[in-house]
């Protein structure tokens, strides 16, 4: 079965440093999707960014950008130049050919003014 | 603009009284999934709908109920509402349920109390 593993809990960074959040996977499959989503406090749930496994090239949305490792299972987040509305909850998913998103357990990220 | 929309936002019932919550969206999208989510953790799936065809999880239990009267529209049903049932309850829509059109778009979400 596919496990997703985000190992920080919570996170703090100053505003405008760079931060990166951590999150591993186990599958057996070839072809699947990653996803970073956002859930600020009371807010609801949106989409930071994908990740197709079959790219190479390592997946950015403006000061969001992924690190993906296929060999070594990880896929991290880079948030740059961080800004308070930043701070949330981030959530690591994995998906195959299915609907089942497989979800990490959370990290809390805090933006230090 | 298209989006998920959940009703009420806020709903506190009584222990075992039966509760409703709603789930509208406008991106004419052809599933839609219901989750649970508690404190902090992350969502759990509970069922989702592809057109009119249901599947539940194997693990929701049988007091969870959910209709889906026409594409835009599906409701989450608790028969008999627990103190643990209390939780956020998020509505998610996707285009497909496969292959590439799988991002799920999500709703606000709806807080339920159980007093």
């Known amino acids: 079965a596919q496990t997703v593993t985000q190992s920080q809990p919570e996170m703090s960074v100053q505003e405008a440093e760079t931060v990166t959040l951590s999150c591993t996977y186990d599958t057996s499959e070839s072809d699947y999707y990653l996803f970073w989503y956002k859930q600020p406090p009371s807010r609801q749930m949106i989409l930071v960014i994908r990740?197709?496994?079959?790219k190479q090239q390592n997946a950015t949305e403006n000061r969001f950008s992924v690190n993906f490792q296929k060999a070594a299972k990880s896929f991290s987040l880079k948030i740059s130049d961080s800004q308070l509305g930043d701070a949330a909850m981030y959530f690591c998913a994995y998906r195959s050919a299915g609907y089942q998103l497989i979800w990490g357990a959370g990290t809390k990220l805090i933006i230090k003014p | 603009d298209a989006m998920v929309i959940q009703n009420p936002r806020y709903q506190v019932t009584q222990f075992g009284k039966p509760v409703t919550l709603s789930c509208s969206q406008t991106?004419?999208?052809?599933?839609m999934y219901w989750y649970q989510q508690k404190s902090s953790q992350a969502p759990k799936l509970l069922f989702h709908?592809?057109?009119?065809?249901?599947?539940n999880e194997a693990d929701t239990p049988d007091n969870f109920q959910s209709r889906r009267p026409n594409t835009s529209f599906c409701f989450l049903d608790i028969r008999s509402p627990g103190l643990g049932d209390a939780a956020m309850y998020l509505c998610?829509?996707?285009?497909?349920?496969?292959?590439?059109?799988?991002?799920?778009?999500f709703g606000p979400g709806t807080r339920l109390t159980v007093t």
């Open positions: 990740q197709e496994a079959y």
């Open positions: 991106l004419n999208h052809n599933v």
């Open positions: 998610a829509t996707s285009r497909d349920a496969g292959g590439p059109s799988y991002e799920q778009y």
């Open positions: 709908y592809y057109d009119k065809d249901f599947n």
